[in-house]
């Protein structure tokens, strides 16, 4: 039988289940991955199940988003996770040692294996030939413990790439055309394996950038080859025994195909408030830009960087753009360094941030009101940036770099480029901040956990009720996002502390929602949330979920809900309706009285109910589609509920 990666390396890594499309399957995890935003919540979780260390081939804990340390809730987080990662076995990398995805590219990927990851952007991973994910903090908990992961046995669409970038259009442009073809909905279930002769053109960060941003797809992961770049790549990160060939067998099947002529892109443009809202650069040239900011996990490789500078050799930023670089990772910067490369952006005016995640979260670096801002980082949200008139567009290095020294929109092949930067024969490899290699899968069993008064504990999900008797508390419209549900920036730092962080549930998008849900909570009201299509798009932040059900959700209703989203849910006890008919989303308003009097038989059956709208007098279907694991989970009233009740 002729086979392609995806099911070669899911098939290899096959608990139970069969390979059939749609069919619920199981894998074995090699690698997991937590970063400091999710990892505690993750640690708290892995230390309730009582096991007594990590079971995979090699779990890491970074810290890269909660770096700023305004008061002691993130020193704290971060205390917390280096004593988890010494007590339990995992590898500790210490703040200022870079951004998650773009290390694990560096230092561990593995081509053929498995990588689960507490991080929307996990898919990153693939790029050096991955099945790598995001998931919700808990299924990430339970791999640690040598768990199997759950999905959907995905149909793979292939991306057939031919001919050859020109100057001035990188991996960013061809991610964004992908995104324009299929937008950022309606690819739930689905996996994107990239082929053809055009791939032998891009480099392994180049492949990883355009695998970072399919979560902005909404796929469950993409993949690319695992060839003689990758190889090349991995023998400059002094890890050449880590490569396997992996391609496709002719013949292989796919659900569907879409091709790219590499030589015919041009620069593209993600604009606001969605990274699927893709437009040719071309239609905002002379624009005026405020801000440009270059890096995330997105596009701060060596490769992405050294272009930048090399633009920005010998000239200074346009006066009135505020320019700000962050490295992903410190091999990155050191590198720059070493090549005098630093020098450059500061001489140019740039201001060099921490390499952190950041401004990619609205960590800092928020722009003005109602300015435009450029960047090279994966999502453009309302408001993800700090600022919520900010217009957030997306861009490559090169086109950022462009409007750095213009001020405008400017088409980067209009510029003086430098020549392609290949990667390096060897990487500079200094790997000091990464602590407890020596120890990994094993731990230290007298090692002390440091807990200071923010790391708060998992909260606890009840058994499901006969009856659903409750209030639609909000109603939202299309593409609500996670950064909606739970705000990111000046809000994270509470992510270990549950009571804290609910505070803030739909904050900009409903400042009222957290007193009204906390009193129909303790009024013995259930809290209903109704929405439209793509709901739960962007991060894996399993607080999303987490927080609303301490509020006492206890469903959702929706016209469709996103993958990550939707397990995060059914892990914390609430349940993710579908309209029967989505007409049905228009005669509903928020304080509606929804009651559904058979809400635990139609879990435990076929998942579908009636529900009344007691406010309005008339009767919808609702229904959702469950494994037998995921009816446990909910009536019992989540994951860890169910795991204690074994």
């Not at 050191?334 to 609205?362: P, T, Y």
């Amino acid at each position: 039988m002729a086979w392609n990666i995806v099911e070669k390396i899911l098939d290899a890594h096959l608990v139970s289940g069969k390979m059939v499309p749609g069919e619920e399957i199981a894998i074995r995890i090699d690698q997991t991955l937590t970063q400091d935003a999710t990892g505690t919540m993750v640690d708290l979780q892995f230390e309730s199940m009582g096991v007594d260390r990590v079971k995979t081939d090699l779990s890491v804990s970074y810290v890269d988003h909660n770096t700023i340390q305004v008061g002691f809730e993130n020193a704290d987080d971060h205390d917390y996770l280096e004593s988890v990662a010494k007590r339990y076995g995992e590898i500790f990398s210490r703040p200022g040692n870079g951004i998650c995805h773009q290390l694990h590219l560096e230092r561990f990927g593995k081509p053929g294996a498995t990588l689960l990851g507490s991080d929307s952007h996990t898919p990153t991973g693939g790029g050096i030939g991955m099945v790598a994910i995001g998931a919700g903090g808990i299924d990430v908990a339970v791999a640690m413990a040598g768990g199997p992961f759950y999905l959907a046995c995905p149909r793979v669409t292939r991306i057939w790439l031919e001919g050859k970038l020109q100057a001035g259009v990188s991996a960013k442009d061809v991610i964004l055309k992908v995104l324009q073809v299929f937008g950022s909905k309606g690819n739930v279930g689905k996996v994107f394996e990239y082929a053809g002769p055009g791939v032998a053109t891009l480099n392994v960060p180049a492949r990883a950038t355009i695998t970072n941003m399919g979560a902005e797809l909404g796929v469950t992961t993409s993949v690319f080859p695992s060839d003689q770049v990758t190889k090349a790549f991995l023998r400059a990160q002094g890890r050449e025994q880590d490569w396997v060939e992996l391609k496709a067998d002719d013949g292989a099947s796919y659900d569907a195909e879409l091709k790219i002529n590499l030589s015919e892109l041009e620069p593209m443009v993600a604009c606001p408030h969605n990274p699927g809202n893709v437009e040719p650069l071309s239609k905002f040239l002379g624009q005026k830009v405020n801000q440009v900011l270059i890096g995330s996990c997105t596009n701060s490789s060596y490769r992405d960087l050294k272009t930048v500078a090399l633009m920005l050799r010998g000239k200074k930023i346009a006066p009135h753009t505020e320019v700000g670089v962050a490295c992903g990772s410190r091999q990155v910067i050191e590198m720059l360094s070493q090549e005098g490369l630093l020098f450059d952006f500061f001489s140019a005016g740039v201001r060099l941030l921490e390499n952190a995640c950041g401004f990619c979260i609205g960590n800092h670096m928020s722009p003005g009101t109602n300015a435009v801002s450029l960047r090279t980082s994966n999502r453009n949200f309302e408001g993800r940036s700090g600022t919520q008139s900010a217009q957030v567009y997306l861009v490559s290095p090169e086109s950022a770099a462009a409007a750095a020294l213009t001020g405008v929109f400017t088409d980067p092949r209009t510029m003086d480029l430098p020549d392609p930067v290949e990667d390096p024969v060897a990487f500079k490899i200094d790997d000091s901040l990464f602590l407890y290699g020596e120890t990994a899968g094993r731990g230290i069993p007298e090692a002390e956990i440091v807990r200071g008064p923010n790391i708060g504990q998992v909260p606890s999900g009840k058994p499901m009720e006969e009856k659903l008797d409750g209030v639609a508390t909000i109603k939202v419209g299309d593409r609500i996002t996670t950064d909606h549900i739970m705000p990111a920036g000046q809000r994270l730092k509470y992510r270990s502390n549950i009571p804290v962080y609910a505070q803030y549930v739909f904050e900009h998008t409903d400042p009222e929602f957290y007193g009204n849900a906390s009193r129909n909570r303790d009024a013995g009201l259930a809290n209903v949330i109704v929405a439209g299509e793509s709901y739960g798009q962007g991060s894996s932040r399993e607080h999303a979920a987490m927080c609303p059900m301490y509020l006492g959700v206890k469903a959702l209703i929706a016209k469709s809900v996103e993958r990550i989203h939707r397990a995060n849910l059914i892990n914390f006890g609430i349940v993710p309706f579908v309209f029967s008919d989505p007409s049905d989303y228009d005669r509903i308003e928020k304080g509606d009285r929804l009651v559904i009097d058979g809400f635990r038989a139609a879990i435990a059956g076929d998942g579908k109910a009636t529900v009344r709208d007691e406010t309005k007098a008339f009767s919808f279907g609702v229904e959702v589609d469950l494994s037998e694991r995921q009816r446990e989970f909910l009536l019992c009233g989540g994951l860890l509920a169910s795991i204690a009740k074994r």
